[in-house]
């Protein structure tokens, strides 16, 4: 179990970090430009934990919204970094015990990440919006519960549900294949198993 | 400076105050209102951001980033005015829709909390620059590790930006289309995201060697190139903001007892 969270902590993931926040700001405005009804805004946070580890998919992910909160004002995101970090753990996790192999293994580390979102962003979302997500699909539902005298906290969950697994799906699709189109001298440099052989 | 950035220097007063107490204005104008419990509190605090912000001249500048939160604002106020669980009292109704008192203060109380938090903040990021607040964290012990990744994302996002145009112009002058029904669009994601992200990774390499060979691997003590000098205002107004907070618990404990 204590290789799941094993990291190497040195120049080469260090600098991923960053890269993985740039594509996470990257998905997010090709999303809108395509006007796409998803977010797409955690692909780096994917690839940067299937590369590097959960702990490094973690710290992407937190730092992402940190420096998202920094750069828009918006002091909102900073209490997700909890769901970003979550995600990146939970990516992390599962790619290592090797769900980012084929494609409908993937389905698998999809389904955690949106899982782990769904469980950290619910409470939150209850706590600072009464519920809403902010996102018209999501808040139809989220009224439609309320309507019926559901409880908030299911209401909320639902509404998390119905936006959060579609996006974290398409998401570690589109990491996947990234991924697979990467090429080896770049993915030996996070193989936390390689030894240096040294030659004096 | 990087276009990232929300900061820009008019070298107010506001600019040149430690980030350390800009924060903990924060921290401040955040909790007094919910540990005080009182709606009212709300408006002090948001009154006092809006001042600063003018005092700051960065009132403009914080429009846009409230802006997004209306119609988040209004939609809170639709479902917990219509549907709320407590909802008895009918407030106002237009047509089949009733708004609900219970419902509608509840809201209210959301509502006052999100544009207190931004506001607040608001006066923060338009202040601050993030360079500074990391070189101060870093002086107290911070990792200088986590300062580079900070910093560095100030470089790559624009960066990466730049690229995503060019990227954006060569696809669509191969006949890619970015336009027309979902299936189109979600057609043009891929293409258009896997060559900017695949050389942001290759370029890791390349940043990473770079840094080894400069020593960022060296765990002795670093040096700071600029020295800042600590405002007589800090100290003043950090014991000021702190007295605030300690106010609020006591008022707080005082009305519960």
């Known amino acids: ?200 | 400076m990087s276009g990232l950035s929300l900061y820009v220097d008019q070298g107010t007063y506001l600019n040149r105050l430690h980030p350390y107490t800009k924060l903990l204005y924060v921290l401040t104008a955040i909790l007094v209102p919910l540990i005080g419990g009182k709606k009212i509190l709300f408006a002090v605090t948001i009154a006092s951001s809006i001042l600063l912000l003018i005092i700051g001249k960065t009132l403009k500048r914080a429009v846009p980033l409230i802006a997004f939160s209306f119609t988040l604002i209004i939609v809170i106020f639709l479902v917990q005015g219509l549907f709320f669980h407590k909802n008895e009292i009918p407030l106002l109704s237009l047509g089949f829709l009733v708004f609900y008192r219970e419902g509608v203060m509840y809201a209210a109380g959301i509502c006052l909390n999100i544009l207190n938090m931004l506001l607040s903040f608001a006066v923060f990021v338009l202040n601050t620059p993030p360079q500074e607040l990391v070189e101060e964290l870093e002086k107290n012990g911070f990792s200088s590790k986590f300062g580079y990744v900070i910093n560095s994302v100030f470089q790559i996002v624009p960066q990466m930006m730049k690229t995503k145009d060019t990227i954006l112009d060569a696809q669509r002058s191969r006949g890619m289309e970015t336009e027309g029904s979902l299936m189109t669009r979600i057609k043009a994601f891929l293409p258009l995201i896997s060559p900017v992200v695949m050389s942001a990774l290759i370029n890791t390499r390349e940043r990473a060697i770079a840094l080894e060979v400069r020593g960022f691997g060296r765990k002795n003590k670093k040096t700071f190139i600029s020295e800042r000098q600590k405002l007589k205002g800090d100290t003043v107004i950090t014991a000021l903001l702190f007295s605030l907070l300690i106010l609020a618990v006591v008022w707080r404990v005082k009305s519960c007892l």
């Open chain 1, 1 to 200: 179990m204590g290789n799941l969270f094993k990291t190497k902590l040195n120049a080469a993931t260090i600098v991923l970090i960053p890269a993985c926040i740039g594509i996470n700001y990257l998905g997010k405005l090709f999303a809108s430009l395509l006007k796409l009804p998803l977010w797409l805004d955690c692909i780096g946070t994917c690839i940067g934990a299937c590369l590097g580890g959960p702990v490094i998919g973690g710290v992407c992910g937190a730092i992402n919204n940190i420096i998202y909160g920094l750069t828009t004002g918006d002091n909102i995101t900073l209490i997700y970094a909890l769901t970003s970090f979550g995600i990146g753990i939970a990516v992390g996790v599962t790619a290592r015990m090797g769900f980012m192999e084929t494609l409908p293994k993937s389905l698998i580390c999809a389904l955690a990440a949106g899982l782990a979102a769904v469980i950290i962003s619910t409470p939150l979302n209850v706590m600072f919006w009464g519920g809403t997500t902010g996102n018209v699909w999501g808040d139809a539902a989220f009224a439609v519960t309320q309507a019926n005298g559901l409880p908030v906290l299911l209401g909320s969950f639902i509404d998390e549900i119905l936006v959060d697994v579609p996006d974290k799906i398409i998401t570690i699709i589109i990491a996947f294949f990234i991924l697979k189109g990467l090429p080896e001298k770049i993915k030996a440099l996070y193989d936390v198993n390689a030894e240096v052989e040294r030659l004096d």
